[in-house]
T-cell receptor
Framework: DAGVIQSPRHEVTEMGQEVTLRCKPI?????LFWYRQTMMRGLELLIY????????DSGMPEDRFSAKMPNASFSTLKIQPSEPRDSAVYFC???????????FGPGTRLTVT | DAKTTQPTSMDCAEGRAANLPCNHS???????VYWYRQIHSQGPQYIIH???NNETNEMASLIITEDRKSSTLILPHATLRDTAVYYC????????????FGTGTSLTVIP
């Protein structure tokens, strides 16, 4: 198995632009998580899906952030408009429901100038 | 989920045992203790978890005190590749499988 796949690996954009991060979970996993990591705040859970349905989005910082999971093999995290404070590494992870083990992707390093 | 307290950083000599402590004094009876680690620039990786009995796998051992208010992750023979941030997390099984990672302990294995 290729593991969790994220794209792009690096993204540099200007303030105000729309950014879309993509994630392909491990085949057969039915839970998907989006995390954000910064030096100041550490690793934060943004949202998670179970069977393609958003279960908890309380970590989504504000309305500029949105996440979708149109099918079991694909999810997006969109930021519109982006701001410099959104600069971070964004991780996607997947697991089987109620499993203790989450598998993380390599992350997308986002820089907003 | 119960809050955990970990030292910010630790050093360990290569080949020696690394003992990483975690305090979780408000843990509930049905909350498990989980350990993940994050090697630089990678996503976190599951290590081990337990409820009240000590656990061991190919990566590490987990020692949970009898009152369950603290635990220790033991890497028996630390290598340079074990240099990472180690996260101790407590959560209830079956409440959804999200994890809240906190700030963890930065372990540096010294040659």
């Amino acid at each position: 198995d290729a593991g969790v796949i994220q794209s792009p690996r690096h993204e540099v954009t200007e303030m105000g632009q729309e950014v879309t991060l993509r994630c392909k979970p491990i085949s057969g996993h039915n839970s998907l998580f989006w995390y954000r990591q910064t030096m100041m705040r550490g690793l934060e859970l943004l949202i998670y899906f179970n069977n393609n349905v958003p279960i908890d989005d309380s970590g989504m910082p504000e309305d500029r952030f949105s996440a979708k999971m149109p099918n079991a093999s694909f999810s997006t995290l969109k930021i519109q408009p982006s701001e410099p404070r959104d600069s971070a590494v964004y991780f996607c992870a997947s697991s089987l429901s109620d499993s203790y083990e989450q598998y993380f992707g390599p992350g997308t390093r986002l820089t907003v100038t | 989920d119960a809050k955990t307290t970990q030292p910010t950083s630790m050093d360990c000599a290569e080949g020696r045992a690394a003992n990483l402590p975690c305090n979780h004094s408000t843990i509930s009876g049905n909350e498990y203790v989980y350990w993940y680690r994050q090697i630089h620039s990678q996503g976190p990786q599951y290590i081990i978890h337990g409820l009240k009995n000590n656990e061991t796998n190919e990566m590490a051992s987990l020692i949970i005190t009898e009152d369950r208010k603290s635990s220790t992750l033991i890497l028996p023979h630390a290598t340079l590749r074990d240099t990472a941030v180690y996260y101790c997390i407590v959560r209830v099984e079956g409440t959804g499988n999200q994890f809240y990672f906190g700030t963890g302990t930065s372990l540096t294995v010294i040659p």
